[in-house]
Protein backbone atom coordinates (compact mmCIF):
# COMPACT_ATOMS: atom_id res chain seq x y z
CA UNK A 1 0.00 0.00 0.00
CA UNK A 2 1.15 3.68 -1.07
CA UNK A 3 1.86 6.00 1.71
CA UNK A 4 -0.40 8.57 0.44
CA UNK A 5 -3.21 9.25 2.84
CA UNK A 6 -6.72 9.81 1.50
CA UNK A 7 -8.64 12.33 3.63
CA UNK A 8 -12.40 11.98 4.81
CA UNK A 9 -15.12 13.46 3.24
CA UNK A 10 -15.58 16.97 4.54
CA UNK A 11 -12.08 17.46 4.94
CA UNK A 12 -10.61 17.31 1.61
CA UNK A 13 -11.08 20.43 -0.77
CA UNK A 14 -14.23 19.54 -2.70
CA UNK A 15 -16.52 21.72 -2.43
CA UNK A 16 -19.46 19.72 -0.20
CA UNK A 17 -22.37 21.65 -1.83
CA UNK A 18 -23.73 17.89 -2.90
CA UNK A 19 -25.16 15.96 -0.28
CA UNK A 20 -24.91 12.66 -2.39
CA UNK A 21 -21.42 13.49 -3.62
CA UNK A 22 -20.04 13.94 0.27
CA UNK A 23 -21.91 10.90 1.06
CA UNK A 24 -20.73 8.57 -1.34
CA UNK A 25 -17.28 9.61 -0.62
CA UNK A 26 -18.07 9.03 3.02
CA UNK A 27 -19.02 5.31 1.76
CA UNK A 28 -15.20 5.26 0.37
CA UNK A 29 -13.67 6.34 3.56
CA UNK A 30 -15.98 3.57 5.41
CA UNK A 31 -14.85 0.99 3.05
CA UNK A 32 -10.70 2.30 3.79
CA UNK A 33 -11.42 1.95 7.55
CA UNK A 34 -12.48 -1.35 6.81
CA UNK A 35 -9.25 -2.03 4.90
CA UNK A 36 -7.58 -0.95 7.85
CA UNK A 37 -9.39 -3.16 10.43
CA UNK A 38 -8.54 -6.04 8.41
CA UNK A 39 -5.09 -5.31 8.16
CA UNK A 40 -4.14 -4.06 11.42
CA UNK A 41 -3.18 -6.07 14.39
CA UNK A 42 -3.52 -5.63 18.39
CA UNK A 43 -3.77 -2.12 19.90
CA UNK A 44 -3.39 -0.86 15.98
CA UNK A 45 -6.96 -2.80 14.78
CA UNK A 46 -8.43 -1.79 18.19
CA UNK A 47 -7.86 1.56 17.04
CA UNK A 48 -8.88 1.25 13.89
CA UNK A 49 -11.82 -0.19 14.46
CA UNK A 50 -13.13 2.98 17.48
CA UNK A 51 -12.92 5.07 14.36
CA UNK A 52 -14.77 2.59 12.16
CA UNK A 53 -17.43 2.65 14.67
CA UNK A 54 -17.56 6.28 15.30
CA UNK A 55 -17.93 6.79 11.67
CA UNK A 56 -20.70 4.51 11.04
CA UNK A 57 -22.68 6.19 13.83
CA UNK A 58 -22.42 9.58 12.55
CA UNK A 59 -22.98 8.45 9.24
CA UNK A 60 -25.91 6.49 9.73
CA UNK A 61 -27.42 9.01 11.62
CA UNK A 62 -27.24 11.53 9.72
CA UNK A 63 -28.80 9.36 6.66
CA UNK A 64 -31.35 9.21 8.93
CA UNK A 65 -32.35 12.59 9.97
CA UNK A 66 -30.99 14.42 6.80
CA UNK A 67 -31.32 12.20 3.80
CA UNK A 68 -34.24 9.57 4.71
CA UNK A 69 -36.69 12.33 5.69
CA UNK A 70 -35.82 14.50 2.49
CA UNK A 71 -36.54 11.00 0.46
CA UNK A 72 -39.62 9.96 2.04
CA UNK A 73 -41.35 12.85 1.83
CA UNK A 74 -40.15 14.25 -1.70
CA UNK A 75 -39.58 10.84 -3.79
CA UNK A 76 -42.34 9.19 -5.27
CA UNK A 77 -42.46 5.52 -3.77
CA UNK A 78 -39.64 7.40 -1.43
CA UNK A 79 -41.54 5.50 1.47
CA UNK A 80 -40.99 2.05 0.12
CA UNK A 81 -37.25 3.09 -0.44
CA UNK A 82 -36.22 4.45 2.68
CA UNK A 83 -38.40 1.69 4.60
CA UNK A 84 -36.15 -1.06 2.81
CA UNK A 85 -32.99 1.02 3.66
CA UNK A 86 -33.77 1.51 7.33
CA UNK A 87 -34.48 -2.39 7.61
CA UNK A 88 -31.33 -2.79 6.18
CA UNK A 89 -29.47 -0.33 8.76
CA UNK A 90 -31.09 -1.77 11.54
CA UNK A 91 -29.58 -5.07 10.70
CA UNK A 92 -26.50 -3.68 10.32
CA UNK A 93 -26.47 -1.80 13.85
CA UNK A 94 -27.29 -5.13 15.39
CA UNK A 95 -24.41 -6.64 13.82
CA UNK A 96 -22.65 -3.75 14.57
CA UNK A 97 -23.56 -3.74 18.60
CA UNK A 98 -22.27 -7.43 18.83
CA UNK A 99 -19.01 -6.29 17.45
CA UNK A 100 -18.64 -3.32 19.99
CA UNK A 101 -18.75 -5.59 22.21
CA UNK A 102 -16.36 -7.98 21.52
CA UNK A 103 -12.61 -7.50 21.71
CA UNK A 104 -10.71 -6.75 18.60
CA UNK A 105 -8.10 -9.57 19.47
CA UNK A 106 -10.91 -12.07 20.12
CA UNK A 107 -11.55 -15.12 17.29
CA UNK A 108 -15.12 -14.20 16.70
CA UNK A 109 -14.04 -10.86 15.90
CA UNK A 110 -12.84 -10.92 12.62
CA UNK A 111 -16.38 -13.29 10.87
CA UNK A 112 -18.37 -10.89 12.66
CA UNK A 113 -16.24 -8.02 11.21
CA UNK A 114 -16.46 -9.24 7.87
CA UNK A 115 -20.07 -9.83 7.74
CA UNK A 116 -20.61 -6.32 8.84
CA UNK A 117 -18.65 -4.94 6.11
CA UNK A 118 -20.95 -6.97 3.41
CA UNK A 119 -24.01 -5.72 5.35
CA UNK A 120 -22.95 -2.19 5.50
CA UNK A 121 -21.68 -2.11 1.48
CA UNK A 122 -24.78 -3.66 0.11
CA UNK A 123 -26.46 -0.88 2.11
CA UNK A 124 -24.35 1.86 0.93
CA UNK A 125 -24.65 0.56 -2.99
CA UNK A 126 -28.18 0.48 -2.32
CA UNK A 127 -28.58 3.70 -1.42
CA UNK A 128 -26.14 4.76 -4.34
CA UNK A 129 -28.46 3.54 -6.64
CA UNK A 130 -31.71 3.54 -5.38
CA UNK A 131 -32.12 6.87 -3.31
CA UNK A 132 -29.44 9.11 -4.11
CA UNK A 133 -30.01 8.70 -7.92
CA UNK A 134 -33.34 9.84 -7.30
CA UNK A 135 -32.56 12.79 -4.84
CA UNK A 136 -30.00 14.22 -7.19
CA UNK A 137 -32.77 14.10 -10.21
CA UNK A 138 -35.58 15.43 -8.08
CA UNK A 139 -33.66 18.32 -5.95
CA UNK A 140 -32.43 22.08 -6.23
CA UNK A 141 -29.12 22.97 -5.79
CA UNK A 142 -29.55 25.09 -2.72
CA UNK A 143 -31.52 22.08 -1.30
CA UNK A 144 -28.28 19.82 -2.17
CA UNK A 145 -26.50 22.40 -0.29
CA UNK A 146 -27.77 22.74 2.70
CA UNK A 147 -28.24 19.25 3.71
CA UNK A 148 -24.83 18.85 2.65
CA UNK A 149 -24.04 21.19 5.42
CA UNK A 150 -25.86 19.16 7.76
CA UNK A 151 -23.84 16.06 7.08
CA UNK A 152 -20.68 18.28 7.91
CA UNK A 153 -22.45 19.26 11.26
CA UNK A 154 -22.55 15.86 11.98
CA UNK A 155 -19.27 15.12 11.37
CA UNK A 156 -17.70 18.16 13.81
CA UNK A 157 -19.63 16.59 16.58
CA UNK A 158 -17.97 13.32 16.99
CA UNK A 159 -14.48 13.48 15.23
CA UNK A 160 -13.60 10.51 12.86
CA UNK A 161 -10.17 10.58 12.11
CA UNK A 162 -7.21 10.59 15.08
CA UNK A 163 -6.64 13.72 16.13
CA UNK A 164 -3.78 14.25 18.72
CA UNK A 165 -5.22 13.31 22.40
CA UNK A 166 -8.11 11.23 20.89
CA UNK A 167 -6.58 8.47 19.71
CA UNK A 168 -5.86 7.30 23.40
CA UNK A 169 -8.01 4.00 24.50
CA UNK A 170 -9.31 6.75 27.25
CA UNK A 171 -10.33 9.30 25.12
CA UNK A 172 -12.23 6.91 23.06
CA UNK A 173 -14.40 5.65 25.97
CA UNK A 174 -15.19 9.29 26.66
CA UNK A 175 -16.87 9.61 23.73
CA UNK A 176 -19.39 6.82 25.26
CA UNK A 177 -21.02 3.73 23.41
CA UNK A 178 -22.59 3.66 20.13
CA UNK A 179 -26.14 4.60 21.33
CA UNK A 180 -25.07 7.67 23.06
CA UNK A 181 -23.30 8.89 20.23
CA UNK A 182 -25.76 8.59 17.71
CA UNK A 183 -27.78 10.53 19.92
CA UNK A 184 -25.21 13.07 20.60
CA UNK A 185 -25.00 13.24 16.54
CA UNK A 186 -28.66 13.58 16.27
CA UNK A 187 -28.69 16.28 18.35
CA UNK A 188 -26.08 18.03 15.95
CA UNK A 189 -27.89 17.51 12.81
CA UNK A 190 -30.81 18.69 14.43
CA UNK A 191 -29.45 22.30 15.24
CA UNK A 192 -27.87 22.23 11.78
CA UNK A 193 -30.94 21.86 10.15
CA UNK A 194 -33.17 24.49 12.17
CA UNK A 195 -30.37 26.71 11.67
CA UNK A 196 -30.28 26.50 7.91
CA UNK A 197 -32.92 24.00 6.52
CA UNK B 1 2.43 -28.55 -21.50
CA UNK B 2 1.15 -31.15 -24.48
CA UNK B 3 -2.71 -30.42 -24.77
CA UNK B 4 -4.12 -30.75 -28.33
CA UNK B 5 -7.70 -29.77 -28.12
CA UNK B 6 -8.03 -31.26 -31.67
CA UNK B 7 -7.34 -35.20 -30.02
CA UNK B 8 -9.37 -34.16 -26.48
CA UNK B 9 -13.89 -34.92 -26.50
CA UNK B 10 -15.98 -32.50 -24.37
CA UNK B 11 -19.49 -32.57 -23.36
CA UNK B 12 -21.60 -33.27 -26.32
CA UNK B 13 -23.64 -30.05 -26.89
CA UNK B 14 -27.09 -31.74 -26.21
CA UNK B 15 -25.92 -31.99 -22.56
CA UNK B 16 -24.34 -28.00 -22.22
CA UNK B 17 -27.32 -26.19 -21.57
CA UNK B 18 -27.59 -25.22 -18.03
CA UNK B 19 -30.79 -24.36 -15.66
CA UNK B 20 -31.39 -21.38 -13.65
CA UNK B 21 -29.93 -22.81 -10.23
CA UNK B 22 -26.57 -23.27 -12.41
CA UNK B 23 -26.33 -19.91 -13.75
CA UNK B 24 -27.20 -18.63 -10.33
CA UNK B 25 -23.04 -18.10 -10.11
CA UNK B 26 -22.08 -16.90 -6.55
CA UNK B 27 -19.87 -13.32 -7.26
CA UNK B 28 -16.04 -13.08 -5.88
CA UNK B 29 -15.79 -10.58 -2.82
CA UNK B 30 -13.90 -7.60 -4.15
CA UNK B 31 -12.57 -6.66 -0.91
CA UNK B 32 -10.60 -10.01 -0.80
CA UNK B 33 -10.27 -11.62 -4.44
CA UNK B 34 -7.18 -12.17 -6.63
CA UNK B 35 -7.07 -9.53 -8.67
CA UNK B 36 -6.04 -11.50 -11.04
CA UNK B 37 -9.06 -14.07 -10.97
CA UNK B 38 -11.09 -10.52 -11.52
CA UNK B 39 -8.85 -10.13 -14.50
CA UNK B 40 -9.11 -13.12 -15.81
CA UNK B 41 -13.27 -13.08 -15.36
CA UNK B 42 -13.20 -9.78 -17.36
CA UNK B 43 -11.00 -11.25 -20.47
CA UNK B 44 -13.23 -13.60 -20.82
CA UNK B 45 -16.21 -12.31 -21.04
CA UNK B 46 -15.32 -10.44 -23.29
CA UNK B 47 -13.95 -13.21 -25.25
CA UNK B 48 -17.25 -15.30 -25.08
CA UNK B 49 -19.01 -11.52 -26.01
CA UNK B 50 -17.34 -11.85 -29.24
CA UNK B 51 -17.48 -14.85 -29.54
CA UNK B 52 -21.45 -14.08 -29.67
CA UNK B 53 -21.37 -11.53 -32.11
CA UNK B 54 -18.87 -13.36 -34.44
CA UNK B 55 -21.36 -16.22 -34.48
CA UNK B 56 -24.88 -13.74 -35.33
CA UNK B 57 -22.51 -11.84 -37.95
CA UNK B 58 -21.78 -15.30 -39.71
CA UNK B 59 -25.49 -16.44 -39.25
CA UNK B 60 -26.40 -13.19 -41.12
CA UNK B 61 -23.98 -14.10 -43.65
CA UNK B 62 -25.37 -17.59 -43.68
CA UNK B 63 -28.00 -18.87 -46.52
CA UNK B 64 -28.11 -22.85 -45.28
CA UNK B 65 -30.83 -22.76 -42.90
CA UNK B 66 -29.53 -26.17 -40.97
CA UNK B 67 -26.42 -24.25 -41.02
CA UNK B 68 -27.72 -21.31 -38.85
CA UNK B 69 -29.65 -23.83 -36.75
CA UNK B 70 -26.49 -25.50 -35.87
CA UNK B 71 -25.17 -22.06 -35.07
CA UNK B 72 -27.61 -21.04 -33.14
CA UNK B 73 -27.72 -24.14 -30.26
CA UNK B 74 -23.58 -23.32 -30.18
CA UNK B 75 -24.46 -19.77 -29.48
CA UNK B 76 -27.09 -20.63 -27.12
CA UNK B 77 -24.88 -22.27 -24.90
CA UNK B 78 -21.88 -19.77 -25.62
CA UNK B 79 -24.06 -16.69 -24.36
CA UNK B 80 -24.66 -18.87 -21.22
CA UNK B 81 -21.34 -19.05 -20.65
CA UNK B 82 -20.99 -15.19 -20.66
CA UNK B 83 -23.92 -15.09 -17.89
CA UNK B 84 -21.96 -17.76 -16.00
CA UNK B 85 -18.90 -16.03 -16.48
CA UNK B 86 -19.85 -12.50 -16.21
CA UNK B 87 -22.41 -12.88 -13.17
CA UNK B 88 -19.24 -13.58 -11.15
CA UNK B 89 -18.70 -9.65 -10.93
CA UNK B 90 -20.44 -8.11 -7.73
CA UNK B 91 -23.25 -5.96 -7.52
CA UNK B 92 -21.84 -4.28 -5.01
CA UNK B 93 -19.07 -2.83 -6.90
CA UNK B 94 -19.22 0.29 -8.70
CA UNK B 95 -18.83 0.96 -12.75
CA UNK B 96 -15.71 3.03 -11.92
CA UNK B 97 -13.99 -0.10 -9.45
CA UNK B 98 -14.57 -2.13 -12.54
CA UNK B 99 -13.27 0.16 -14.94
CA UNK B 100 -10.47 0.13 -13.23
CA UNK B 101 -10.12 -4.13 -13.16
CA UNK B 102 -11.00 -3.40 -16.71
CA UNK B 103 -7.54 -1.13 -17.02
CA UNK B 104 -5.69 -3.87 -15.12
CA UNK B 105 -6.52 -6.22 -17.93
CA UNK B 106 -6.02 -3.91 -20.51
CA UNK B 107 -2.44 -3.07 -19.14
CA UNK B 108 -1.47 -6.86 -18.32
CA UNK B 109 -2.78 -8.98 -20.47
CA UNK B 110 -1.65 -6.76 -23.27
CA UNK B 111 2.32 -6.44 -22.18
CA UNK B 112 2.53 -10.27 -21.02
CA UNK B 113 1.17 -10.57 -25.19
CA UNK B 114 3.34 -8.40 -26.22
CA UNK B 115 6.46 -10.04 -24.62
CA UNK B 116 5.79 -13.55 -25.65
CA UNK B 117 4.37 -12.06 -29.36
CA UNK B 118 7.03 -14.08 -31.85
CA UNK B 119 6.56 -11.31 -34.86
CA UNK B 120 8.26 -7.77 -34.88
CA UNK B 121 5.67 -5.88 -36.25
CA UNK B 122 3.13 -7.13 -34.34
CA UNK B 123 4.92 -7.43 -31.32
CA UNK B 124 5.42 -3.57 -32.34
CA UNK B 125 1.72 -3.06 -32.09
CA UNK B 126 0.89 -4.25 -28.90
CA UNK B 127 3.57 -2.26 -26.96
CA UNK B 128 2.29 1.12 -28.63
CA UNK B 129 -1.20 -0.03 -27.45
CA UNK B 130 -0.24 -0.87 -23.74
CA UNK B 131 1.34 2.49 -23.27
CA UNK B 132 -1.99 4.09 -23.77
CA UNK B 133 -4.25 1.45 -21.47
CA UNK B 134 -1.67 2.04 -18.96
CA UNK B 135 -2.28 6.01 -18.68
CA UNK B 136 -6.39 5.38 -18.94
CA UNK B 137 -5.30 3.16 -15.29
CA UNK B 138 -4.12 6.30 -13.98
CA UNK B 139 -6.40 8.47 -14.98
CA UNK B 140 -9.66 6.68 -13.78
CA UNK B 141 -7.48 5.96 -10.70
CA UNK B 142 -7.14 9.86 -9.88
CA UNK B 143 -11.18 9.62 -10.75
CA UNK B 144 -11.97 6.93 -8.49
CA UNK B 145 -10.23 8.81 -5.41
CA UNK B 146 -12.43 11.80 -6.58
CA UNK B 147 -15.95 10.22 -6.87
CA UNK B 148 -15.34 7.19 -4.14
CA UNK B 149 -12.39 8.23 -1.61
CA UNK B 150 -10.68 4.92 -2.90
CA UNK B 151 -7.55 4.17 -3.69
CA UNK B 152 -6.81 1.73 -7.21
CA UNK B 153 -4.35 0.32 -5.17
CA UNK B 154 -7.33 -1.24 -3.63
CA UNK B 155 -8.43 -2.88 -6.47
CA UNK B 156 -4.63 -3.72 -8.23
CA UNK B 157 -3.34 -4.72 -5.19
CA UNK B 158 0.38 -3.73 -6.02
CA UNK B 159 0.89 -6.07 -8.78
CA UNK B 160 0.53 -3.26 -11.77
CA UNK B 161 1.74 0.44 -11.19
CA UNK B 162 -0.55 3.65 -11.29
CA UNK B 163 1.55 6.31 -13.35
CA UNK B 164 1.51 8.46 -16.06
CA UNK B 165 1.99 6.31 -19.63
CA UNK B 166 1.71 7.96 -23.02
CA UNK B 167 -0.69 10.91 -22.17
CA UNK B 168 -4.34 10.35 -22.97
CA UNK B 169 -5.05 13.36 -25.21
CA UNK B 170 -2.14 12.29 -27.59
CA UNK B 171 -4.02 9.43 -28.68
CA UNK B 172 -6.46 10.77 -30.46
CA UNK B 173 -5.04 10.35 -34.40
CA UNK B 174 -6.22 10.69 -37.83
CA UNK B 175 -8.83 7.25 -37.61
CA UNK B 176 -6.81 6.55 -40.64
CA UNK B 177 -3.42 5.98 -39.32
CA UNK B 178 -4.82 3.61 -36.69
CA UNK B 179 -5.15 0.51 -39.56
CA UNK B 180 -2.17 -1.32 -39.21
CA UNK B 181 -1.01 -4.23 -41.77
CA UNK B 182 -2.38 -7.36 -41.29
CA UNK B 183 -0.45 -10.44 -40.84
CA UNK B 184 -0.40 -13.36 -43.44
CA UNK B 185 -2.67 -16.26 -42.61
CA UNK B 186 -0.36 -19.23 -44.26
CA UNK B 187 3.17 -17.73 -43.12
CA UNK B 188 2.47 -16.37 -39.32
CA UNK B 189 3.18 -18.15 -36.42
CA UNK B 190 -0.03 -19.86 -35.06
CA UNK B 191 -0.02 -18.31 -31.83
CA UNK B 192 -0.11 -14.74 -33.24
CA UNK B 193 -3.24 -15.28 -34.63
CA UNK B 194 -4.30 -16.28 -31.48
CA UNK B 195 -2.81 -13.09 -29.72
CA UNK B 196 -4.47 -11.26 -32.06
CA UNK B 197 -7.74 -12.13 -31.53
CA UNK B 198 -7.47 -12.31 -27.49
CA UNK B 199 -6.78 -8.44 -27.82
CA UNK B 200 -9.12 -7.51 -30.06
CA UNK B 201 -11.65 -9.38 -27.87
CA UNK B 202 -10.63 -7.50 -24.65
CA UNK B 203 -10.49 -4.12 -26.20
CA UNK B 204 -14.22 -4.54 -27.71
CA UNK B 205 -15.58 -5.34 -25.23
CA UNK B 206 -14.13 -2.31 -23.27
CA UNK B 207 -15.22 -0.29 -25.78
CA UNK B 208 -18.32 -1.86 -25.35
CA UNK B 209 -18.45 -1.26 -22.20
CA UNK B 210 -17.40 2.43 -22.08
CA UNK B 211 -19.97 3.22 -24.37
CA UNK B 212 -23.27 1.74 -22.56
CA UNK B 213 -21.69 2.59 -18.66
CA UNK B 214 -20.29 6.38 -19.44
CA UNK B 215 -23.68 7.95 -19.24
CA UNK B 216 -25.20 6.29 -15.60
CA UNK B 217 -22.51 8.93 -14.25
CA UNK B 218 -23.68 12.01 -13.13
CA UNK B 219 -20.63 13.95 -12.15
CA UNK B 220 -19.98 15.94 -15.51
CA UNK B 221 -16.08 14.90 -15.66
CA UNK B 222 -16.72 11.22 -15.10
CA UNK B 223 -19.57 11.81 -18.35
CA UNK B 224 -16.75 13.32 -20.18
CA UNK B 225 -13.83 10.92 -19.58
CA UNK B 226 -15.81 7.85 -20.53
CA UNK B 227 -16.59 9.58 -23.60
CA UNK B 228 -12.32 10.62 -24.41
CA UNK B 229 -11.37 7.06 -23.53
CA UNK B 230 -14.27 5.30 -25.11
CA UNK B 231 -13.40 6.52 -27.80
CA UNK B 232 -10.23 5.93 -27.81
CA UNK B 233 -11.42 2.12 -27.22
CA UNK B 234 -12.59 2.39 -30.96
CA UNK B 235 -9.07 3.34 -32.07
CA UNK B 236 -7.65 0.13 -30.14
CA UNK B 237 -9.79 -1.86 -32.05
CA UNK B 238 -9.47 -0.65 -34.90
CA UNK B 239 -6.02 -1.06 -34.42
CA UNK B 240 -6.20 -4.45 -33.47
CA UNK B 241 -8.58 -5.74 -35.48
CA UNK B 242 -6.41 -4.56 -38.30
CA UNK B 243 -3.90 -6.84 -37.55
CA UNK B 244 -6.11 -10.07 -38.76
CA UNK B 245 -5.78 -11.53 -41.87
CA UNK B 246 -8.91 -10.51 -44.12
CA UNK B 247 -8.33 -13.48 -46.10
CA UNK B 248 -9.32 -16.10 -43.60
CA UNK B 249 -12.64 -17.92 -44.53
CA UNK B 250 -15.61 -17.55 -42.11
CA UNK B 251 -15.09 -21.06 -41.29
CA UNK B 252 -11.36 -20.73 -40.33
CA UNK B 253 -12.33 -17.80 -38.46
CA UNK B 254 -14.86 -19.80 -36.53
CA UNK B 255 -12.24 -22.53 -35.62
CA UNK B 256 -9.88 -19.64 -34.73
CA UNK B 257 -12.02 -18.25 -32.25
CA UNK B 258 -13.48 -22.15 -30.55
CA UNK B 259 -9.75 -22.82 -30.66
CA UNK B 260 -8.45 -19.54 -28.51
CA UNK B 261 -11.68 -20.22 -26.36
CA UNK B 262 -9.94 -23.96 -25.95
CA UNK B 263 -6.36 -22.06 -25.15
CA UNK B 264 -7.76 -19.56 -22.65
CA UNK B 265 -9.86 -21.73 -20.48
CA UNK B 266 -6.75 -24.15 -20.01
CA UNK B 267 -4.77 -21.29 -19.48
CA UNK B 268 -6.95 -19.89 -16.15
CA UNK B 269 -7.65 -22.78 -15.15
CA UNK B 270 -4.12 -24.24 -15.21
CA UNK B 271 -3.21 -20.41 -13.05
CA UNK B 272 -6.46 -19.89 -11.35
CA UNK B 273 -6.24 -19.64 -7.22
CA UNK B 274 -10.13 -19.19 -6.50
CA UNK B 275 -11.04 -23.07 -6.40
CA UNK B 276 -14.74 -21.93 -7.19
CA UNK B 277 -14.17 -20.22 -10.16
CA UNK B 278 -11.57 -22.63 -11.68
CA UNK B 279 -14.69 -25.20 -11.31
CA UNK B 280 -16.01 -22.71 -14.12
CA UNK B 281 -12.90 -22.77 -16.26
CA UNK B 282 -12.57 -26.47 -16.42
CA UNK B 283 -15.99 -26.66 -17.34
CA UNK B 284 -16.37 -24.46 -20.06
CA UNK B 285 -13.35 -25.95 -21.90
CA UNK B 286 -15.19 -29.44 -21.73
CA UNK B 287 -17.78 -27.62 -23.49
CA UNK B 288 -15.25 -25.29 -25.92
CA UNK B 289 -13.67 -28.61 -26.83
CA UNK B 290 -17.13 -29.85 -28.60
CA UNK B 291 -17.44 -26.00 -29.98
CA UNK B 292 -14.16 -26.48 -31.58
CA UNK B 293 -15.34 -29.69 -32.98
CA UNK B 294 -18.32 -28.93 -34.39
CA UNK B 295 -16.65 -25.80 -36.03
CA UNK B 296 -13.61 -28.18 -37.00
CA UNK B 297 -16.55 -30.25 -39.36
CA UNK B 298 -18.17 -26.98 -40.68
CA UNK B 299 -14.60 -25.79 -41.94
CA UNK B 300 -13.86 -29.36 -43.71
CA UNK B 301 -17.19 -29.68 -44.95
CA UNK B 302 -17.67 -25.53 -46.42
CA UNK B 303 -14.03 -25.44 -47.08
CA UNK B 304 -12.38 -28.61 -47.83
CA UNK B 305 -9.57 -27.95 -46.05
CA UNK B 306 -8.62 -29.99 -42.72
CA UNK B 307 -8.27 -27.37 -39.48
CA UNK B 308 -5.41 -28.86 -38.53
CA UNK B 309 -3.71 -26.69 -41.45
CA UNK B 310 -4.57 -23.62 -39.97
CA UNK B 311 -4.08 -24.88 -36.52
CA UNK B 312 -1.13 -25.18 -33.91
CA UNK B 313 -0.20 -28.67 -33.29
CA UNK B 314 -0.42 -28.15 -29.75
CA UNK B 315 -2.08 -25.87 -26.88
CA UNK B 316 0.83 -22.66 -27.13
CA UNK B 317 2.32 -22.04 -23.41
CA UNK B 318 -0.61 -20.82 -20.71
CA UNK B 319 -1.51 -17.01 -21.14
CA UNK B 320 -0.45 -15.46 -17.51
CA UNK B 321 -1.43 -12.63 -15.43
CA UNK B 322 1.50 -11.59 -13.87
CA UNK B 323 3.16 -8.42 -13.13
CA UNK B 324 4.71 -6.75 -15.69
CA UNK B 325 6.36 -4.03 -13.92
CA UNK B 326 9.81 -3.60 -15.66
CA UNK B 327 8.53 -4.47 -18.69
CA UNK B 328 6.30 -1.45 -18.96
CA UNK B 329 9.29 0.50 -17.60
CA UNK B 330 11.31 0.11 -20.16
CA UNK B 331 8.83 1.08 -22.61
CA UNK B 332 7.87 4.18 -21.12
CA UNK B 333 11.87 4.68 -21.20
CA UNK B 334 11.34 4.36 -25.17
CA UNK B 335 8.15 4.51 -26.84
CA UNK B 336 6.02 6.88 -24.97
CA UNK B 337 6.88 9.45 -27.82
CA UNK B 338 5.71 7.24 -30.63
CA UNK B 339 2.66 8.01 -32.85
CA UNK B 340 1.51 6.45 -35.91
CA UNK B 341 1.85 7.16 -39.54
CA UNK B 342 -0.49 4.95 -42.00
CA UNK B 343 0.51 1.27 -40.96
CA UNK B 344 4.37 2.69 -38.97
CA UNK B 345 4.83 4.65 -35.87
CA UNK B 346 7.10 7.36 -35.55
CA UNK B 347 8.73 10.21 -33.25
CA UNK B 348 7.01 13.08 -34.70
CA UNK B 349 3.78 15.20 -34.36
CA UNK B 350 3.19 14.46 -38.39
CA UNK B 351 0.79 17.09 -40.11
CA UNK B 352 -2.44 14.72 -40.12
CA UNK B 353 -1.71 13.70 -35.96
CA UNK B 354 -1.73 18.15 -36.01
CA UNK B 355 -4.42 18.64 -37.57
CA UNK B 356 -6.47 16.09 -35.88
CA UNK B 357 -5.74 17.01 -32.30
CA UNK B 358 -6.51 20.46 -33.30
CA UNK B 359 -10.03 19.71 -34.50
CA UNK B 360 -10.66 17.73 -31.32
CA UNK B 361 -9.56 19.72 -28.36
CA UNK B 362 -10.80 22.76 -29.99
CA UNK B 363 -8.42 24.72 -28.32
CA UNK B 364 -9.22 23.43 -24.76
CA UNK B 365 -7.63 21.19 -22.43
CA UNK B 366 -9.92 17.46 -22.70
CA UNK B 367 -10.94 15.71 -19.68
CA UNK B 368 -8.31 13.41 -19.62
CA UNK B 369 -6.45 16.56 -18.52
CA UNK B 370 -9.20 17.96 -16.24
CA UNK B 371 -9.71 15.37 -14.39
CA UNK B 372 -6.11 16.03 -13.26
CA UNK B 373 -6.75 19.00 -12.16
CA UNK B 374 -9.44 18.52 -10.48
CA UNK B 375 -8.09 16.00 -8.20
CA UNK B 376 -4.97 18.36 -7.59
CA UNK B 377 -7.91 21.00 -6.12
CA UNK B 378 -9.06 18.42 -4.26
CA UNK B 379 -5.92 16.80 -2.86
CA UNK B 380 -3.28 19.01 -3.83
CA UNK B 381 -1.67 16.17 -5.01
CA UNK B 382 -2.20 12.97 -7.36
CA UNK B 383 -2.71 9.75 -7.24
CA UNK B 384 0.11 7.05 -8.44
CA UNK B 385 1.76 4.09 -6.87
CA UNK B 386 5.07 3.75 -7.94
CA UNK B 387 6.10 0.52 -6.16
CA UNK B 388 9.49 0.35 -7.99
CA UNK B 389 10.59 3.92 -8.15
CA UNK B 390 10.65 7.26 -9.85
CA UNK B 391 8.81 7.25 -13.36
CA UNK B 392 11.39 6.56 -15.79
CA UNK B 393 10.50 9.76 -18.16
CA UNK B 394 11.65 12.70 -16.44
CA UNK B 395 9.14 14.83 -18.18
CA UNK B 396 6.75 12.48 -16.72
CA UNK B 397 7.71 12.55 -12.71
CA UNK B 398 5.33 14.09 -10.77
CA UNK B 399 6.01 17.95 -10.03
Redesign the interface.
Known amino acids: ?2 T ?1 H ?4 GD ?3 ADDDVV ?1 LL ?6 I ?2 L ?2 EVEQATGEERRDAFRRLVRLLAVHETAEEEVVHPYARRSLPGGEQVVEDRLAEERAAKETLAALDDTDTDDPKFMPQLLKL ?1 RDV ?2 HA ?1 AE ?1 RYEF ?1 HI ?1 RGTDAAKLATMAKAVKAAEAMAPTRPHPGVESGAANMALGPVAALMDRTKDAVRKAMGKDG | MTFNPLEQRGIPLDRQLRNWRELNVRPIDPDHCDPYTRCRIITMNGIEVEAILFSHQLARNTVDPEVKRQLASVRYIEAQQQKAVNWLLPGVSSVLETTIAYEQVAVDLTAWIARMEPDPYLKQAYQFGVLEDFDHLYRYANLYEMIEHRKAESIVDGLTEVMPGRPTKYHHRDPVDNVRDPYDKNATDPLSKLHALTVLSAEQQTMNFYMNTGPTYMEPIARQLYQEIGLIEEEHVTHYESLVDPGETWWEQLVNHEYNECYLYHSFMEQESDPRVKAIWELHLNMELEHLHIACDLMRRHDGREPQEVLAPQLPNVLTFEPNKQYLRELLDTQIDLTTLGAGYVREAHERFEAMQEQIHGGEQPPSERVMAQHDEMFGREYRVQSEGEHPDPSQREK
Do not use: K, V, Y
Not at chain 1, 6 to 9: E, K, S
Not at chain 1, 24 to 29: A, E, I, P
Open positions: MSLTPHADHASMRQHGDRNFDRQERETR
